[in-house]
Structure formats: structure tokens, C-alpha cells
């Protein structure tokens, strides 16, 4: 009788699934619990389900003895495990590949760093009904999560090779970090909202044939700011990822021991604070993240921050800042046709950002005013505090492109480099910041509550 045998994919428990095949055997009889195999003692008889019954008389689990892998059983039918194995790795990414909201949407394969092997592209192909099979009948997975496994379009992917099934910790951990750097670098660039499905990881067999090992499941994705939940990632998006992702990748340089160095901290914490608050939903919590991240790359003061954030949007002039929109091109599908009303500008936003968090920063409760209703471009109005999420991740993700691109990453070692990249390019220190806020902006309008 075939007899097919497997063992769980958790190396400190033996019943619980996912479960791996390891073998298919051919034996006169069948195993019962407690019998030895030539990978383990026998713990589980599988029940009659796919794909347990598939091609096999009999399944079982065993407690596999990770030495055992390296060789085969007389017995065994199986074809033998190849020299070399093709792994990839995949985190999906939200694209609208019919064209609703966007002219420019991704088509075919992008190698985004041919070096290493990254690339993104539909991995729709090499999704079927039963690629995730087992998961759906052991795991108990929600339908939210399967139809995201299974629906799953344009992705992230790494792909490598290893001599052995068994993952390489070391090469498995770099494959993971780089599909972690190219995520958050893409959220820099246009942040989307997040699928249910996780990182997937898997092997190609030789038919071209998907094998999946293993994947995450993240916690229950955020909502993304308001204007954000149109955003899906275009061609020009993949494009600038292309540019910018070597220099982001050098955020994260390792000394010998492999522990990451402390440079480029004001750029690397920064992202990682404005990725982190993405995952939480509670608005304070993620808007101090926000608040942390624009400090980090402009500084504490706020005086002198504001004059920094107006000076690099608006290319040396604050003027041009304070009136610079926080919707960019391409923001607002064509089909909206906003008001004046609703085009907020950071000379609006910004003041506010700081009147909220210094509220927060001292224990105060917020005013009320931040959160009533105020017009948007998408037509519903929104609380005000969803405008000033939105001011916020742009001043983030924006500064950071743009450091990337003009090359300035050297600039931004530490705190002390950072504040000579403001002195001296823009010439903004903390005196001369507060003498150019009153000088510049003097005469503008200043609404109730703000102030430039």
C-alpha cells in the first residue's frame, strides 16, 4: 500500500499544522501510532481528507528527526530531492490592474534590483484552488484571509536558491529583510492599503509548479488616511523605486557581527516610525509616531522645523511652502473634481500638527475643534485630524524621497549632520528659522487657531 508521510512545518510540535510531505513509501501494511519510521515515530494517523488521500492508501504525521532528511528509505517511491532548490518569496501590494483609478497601471515583470534578484510581478499565475489547501482544511484560517491568499495579484518577490529543503536561516533572514526594505521603501513612495496576506514563502519545482511553506498573517490591517484609500501603486511608483531603493538599502548597513550600524539614523528611525504607525488604529498613538518621524529629520524645535518643512517644499522659499498643496499630482483620481475649500496646504496643516501634538505632548486634551468636519477632495467631508494624518505622512515619506534623490543620505548621518544639512543648504538654524518665519510670512492670512 502507498503510504504518504509528513511532519509539521513547527519544529516544537509534532500534531500541529501546517504539515510538510516528506515522503511516499510503498509497505504491505499500514503504520499505526507509535510505530518507527525512518523519519520518526509515528504521532497522528491523518484523517481522509485532500491532500492527505491524494495518490496514498494511508497518511501519517511523525516527529521528525531533522538528521533523518539527509537520506532516503529503501521503501521509499518518491522522486529524489533535486541538488538545488528554486525558493521565492512574495508580499502582495495593492494594484489596480483593470485601470479604474489609475491610466498607469503595472504590466508584466519589473526587475527592481537585478542584483539581487528582486523583482515585482503578478504572481497570479502560480496561484490555484489548491495551493493553499492544506491551510484552509488545518488552519482554520478566516475567508478574509484565504481570499487574500488566493487573490493574490502584483507582489514584491524575492527569489533564491538553496542546496537543501531545510531553509537557510542566514539567506532566508537577507531574503526577508529585502522584501522588508522594499515594502517600507514603496510606502514611502505610495502608501496603499495592506492585504491580509502576509509574507508567502514557497518553492518552484521543476514543472513550474508552486509550492507554498509558509506565510504570515499580519494583524488586522489599519485604515490608511482618507485620500490614501484611492492610492494603488502605478508604473511611475515602480519606476522611483527603482531610483531610490539602492540608496534606501544603505540605510541599513551591518557591521561584521551583522548588527546594524548607527548611522543614518535620522533617515532609517524616520521610516520606521512612519511605517509602524500604518499598523496601529487608535489615532494619538499612530500621530505620535507621525510627530516622532518629522522630528527626526527636522528637528525638535518647532519653530525651526516648520521653516524647514516650508523651505524644502517650497525650494528654498517659504512662502512657496506655506502654500504648497498636501495633495500631489495624481492624488485625486480625475473623476473628483474638488474645491478650493478642500485643497489643504501645509501653511494650514502644519501649525495645527504642532497645536495637536504639543496639546498631547503636555497631557491636554485635544480641542474638540481638530476633530470636526472639514471639506475634502474625495467630496465627503472628514475630521479635521484625518487632514492632518495626511499633511503628516506626506512631510514623512516625501522629505525622505527627496533626501534620497538628491543624494544626500551622507548629510543625514546623525542628528549634528542633519542640522548642517539645514544651515547650510537651506540656511535655516534656530535663530535664523524664527527670523524668517515672522519676515516671510509676515501679512498672511492667519486663521482662528493657526499660525504661521
Same mark, same amino acid.
Given at each position: 500500500?502507498? !503510504?504518504?508521510?509528513?511532519?509539521?512545518?513547527?519544529?516544537? $510540535? +509534532?500534531?500541529?499544522?501546517?504539515?510538510?510531505?516528506?515522503?511516499?513509501?510503498?509497505?504491505?501494511?499500514?503504520?499505526?501510532?507509535?510505530?518507527?519510521?525512518?523519519?520518526?515515530?509515528?504521532?497522528?494517523?491523518?484523517?481522509?481528507?485532500?491532500?492527505?488521500?491524494?495518490?496514498?492508501?494511508?497518511?501519517?504525521?511523525?516527529?521528525? /528527526?531533522?538528521?533523518?532528511?539527509?537520506?532516503?528509505?529503501?521503501?521509499?517511491?518518491?522522486?529524489?530531492?533535486?541538488?538545488?532548490?528554486?525558493? /521565492?518569496?512574495?508580499?502582495?501590494?495593492?494594484?489596480?490592474?483593470?485601470?479604474?483609478?489609475? +491610466?498607469?497601471?503595472? %504590466?508584466?515583470?519589473?526587475?527592481? &534590483?537585478?542584483?539581487?534578484?528582486?523583482?515585482?510581478?503578478?504572481?497570479?499565475?502560480?496561484?490555484?484552488?489548491?495551493?493553499?489547501?492544506?491551510?484552509?482544511?488545518?488552519?482554520?484560517?478566516?475567508?478574509?484571509?484565504?481570499?487574500?491568499?488566493?487573490?493574490?495579484?502584483?507582489?514584491?518577490?524575492?527569489?533564491?536558491?538553496? %542546496?537543501?529543503?531545510?531553509?537557510?536561516?542566514?539567506?532566508?533572514?537577507? +531574503?526577508?529583510?529585502?522584501?522588508?526594505?522594499?515594502?517600507?521603501?514603496?510606502?514611502?513612495?505610495?502608501?496603499?492599503?495592506?492585504?491580509?496576506?502576509?509574507?508567502?514563502?514557497?518553492?518552484?519545482?521543476?514543472?513550474?509548479?508552486?509550492?507554498?511553506?509558509?506565510?504570515?498573517?499580519?494583524?488586522?490591517?489599519?485604515?490608511?488616511?482618507?485620500?490614501?484609500?484611492?492610492?494603488?501603486?502605478?508604473?511611475?511608483?515602480?519606476? &522611483?523605486?527603482?531610483?531610490? *531603493?539602492?540608496?534606501?538599502?544603505?540605510?541599513?548597513?551591518?557591521?561584521?557581527?551583522?548588527?546594524?550600524?548607527?548611522?543614518?539614523?535620522? !533617515?532609517?528611525?524616520?521610516?520606521? *516610525?512612519?511605517?509602524?504607525?500604518?499598523?496601529?488604529?487608535?489615532?494619538?498613538?499612530?500621530?505620535?509616531?507621525?510627530?516622532?518621524?518629522?522630528?527626526?529629520?527636522?528637528?525638535?524645535?518647532?519653530?525651526?522645523?516648520?521653516?524647514?518643512?516650508?523651505? #524644502?517644499?517650497?525650494?528654498?522659499? *517659504?512662502?512657496?511652502?506655506?502654500?504648497?498643496?498636501?495633495?500631489?499630482?495624481?492624488?485625486?483620481?480625475?473623476?473628483?473634481?474638488?474645491?478650493?475649500?478642500?485643497?489643504?496646504?501645509?501653511?494650514? $496643516?502644519?501649525? &495645527?500638527?504642532?497645536?495637536?501634538?504639543?496639546?498631547?505632548?503636555?497631557?491636554?486634551?485635544?480641542?474638540?475643534?481638530?476633530?470636526?468636519?472639514?471639506?475634502?477632495?474625495?467630496?465627503?467631508?472628514?475630521? +479635521?485630524?484625518?487632514?492632518?494624518?495626511?499633511?503628516? $505622512?506626506?512631510?514623512?515619506?516625501?522629505?525622505?524621497?527627496?533626501?534620497?534623490?538628491?543624494?544626500?543620505?551622507?548629510?543625514?548621518?546623525?542628528? %549634528?549632520?542633519?542640522?548642517?544639512?539645514? &544651515?547650510?543648504?537651506?540656511?535655516?538654524?534656530?535663530?535664523?528659522?524664527?527670523?524668517?518665519?515672522?519676515?516671510?510670512?509676515?501679512?498672511?492670512?492667519? #486663521?482662528?487657531?493657526?499660525?504661521?
Amino acid at each position: 500500500m502507498r !503510504i504518504t508521510i509528513w511532519s509539521s512545518s513547527h519544529a516544537d $510540535t +509534532s500534531t500541529v499544522g501546517p504539515y510538510k510531505l516528506l515522503d511516499t513509501v510503498e509497505l504491505p501494511n499500514p503504520y499505526s501510532v507509535g510505530d518507527m519510521t525512518h523519519y520518526g515515530e509515528v504521532v497522528l494517523i491523518a484523517p481522509p481528507i485532500p491532500p492527505f488521500t491524494d495518490d496514498a492508501d494511508q497518511a501519517v504525521m511523525v516527529k521528525l /528527526i531533522p538528521s533523518k532528511l539527509s537520506s532516503r528509505p529503501e521503501e521509499s517511491i518518491q522522486e529524489p530531492e533535486p541538488t538545488s532548490y528554486d525558493r /521565492i518569496k512574495f508580499f502582495p501590494i495593492h494594484v489596480d490592474r483593470f485601470g479604474y483609478w489609475t +491610466s498607469q497601471p503595472p %504590466k508584466g515583470s519589473y526587475s527592481i &534590483l537585478a542584483g539581487e534578484n528582486l523583482t515585482i510581478e503578478d504572481v497570479s499565475p502560480l496561484i490555484t484552488s489548491d495551493t493553499f489547501s492544506v491551510w484552509k482544511t488545518g488552519c482554520y484560517l478566516s475567508s478574509d484571509t484565504m481570499k487574500a491568499l488566493e487573490g493574490m495579484g502584483y507582489a514584491i518577490v524575492h527569489r533564491y536558491s538553496t %542546496k537543501t529543503r531545510q531553509q537557510d536561516a542566514k539567506i532566508n533572514q537577507r +531574503s526577508t529583510e529585502l522584501i522588508d526594505m522594499t515594502a517600507l521603501c514603496l510606502a514611502l513612495i505610495r502608501p496603499t492599503r495592506r492585504s491580509r496576506a502576509g509574507k508567502v514563502t514557497g518553492i518552484i519545482k521543476a514543472n513550474g509548479v508552486f509550492d507554498p511553506e509558509g506565510f504570515d498573517v499580519p494583524l488586522e490591517p489599519a485604515e490608511v488616511p482618507e485620500v490614501q484609500q484611492l492610492f494603488t501603486v502605478e508604473n511611475r511608483d515602480i519606476n &522611483l523605486l527603482r531610483s531610490v *531603493l539602492p540608496e534606501f538599502v544603505q540605510l541599513y548597513q551591518r557591521d561584521e557581527e551583522g548588527e546594524l550600524k548607527d548611522e543614518y539614523e535620522p !533617515i532609517r528611525i524616520a521610516a520606521q *516610525l512612519y511605517e509602524q504607525a500604518y499598523a496601529i488604529t487608535y489615532w494619538k498613538a499612530r500621530h505620535i509616531l507621525w510627530w516622532s518621524a518629522i522630528e527626526a529629520l527636522y528637528g525638535s524645535n518647532e519653530d525651526t522645523a516648520m521653516a524647514r518643512i516650508y523651505a #524644502l517644499f517650497g525650494k528654498k522659499k *517659504l512662502v512657496d511652502g506655506y502654500h504648497h498643496s498636501i495633495y500631489e499630482e495624481g492624488d485625486i483620481p480625475s473623476c473628483y473634481n474638488p474645491s478650493s475649500y478642500s485643497n489643504h496646504t501645509l501653511g494650514e $496643516t502644519v501649525p &495645527l500638527i504642532y497645536a495637536v501634538r504639543n496639546s498631547s505632548a503636555h497631557g491636554q486634551k485635544v480641542p474638540d475643534s481638530h476633530f470636526e468636519q472639514v471639506p475634502h477632495p474625495l467630496g465627503n467631508a472628514v475630521r +479635521s485630524i484625518e487632514v492632518l494624518a495626511e499633511a503628516a $505622512t506626506l512631510i514623512v515619506r516625501r522629505t525622505i524621497i527627496e533626501i534620497l534623490q538628491r543624494g544626500f543620505r551622507e548629510r543625514f548621518k546623525d542628528r %549634528k549632520s542633519r542640522d548642517q544639512f539645514w &544651515l547650510l543648504e537651506y540656511g535655516l538654524d534656530h535663530k535664523q528659522s524664527r527670523k524668517r518665519l515672522s519676515a516671510e510670512l509676515k501679512g498672511l492670512h492667519k #486663521l482662528k487657531g493657526k499660525r504661521p
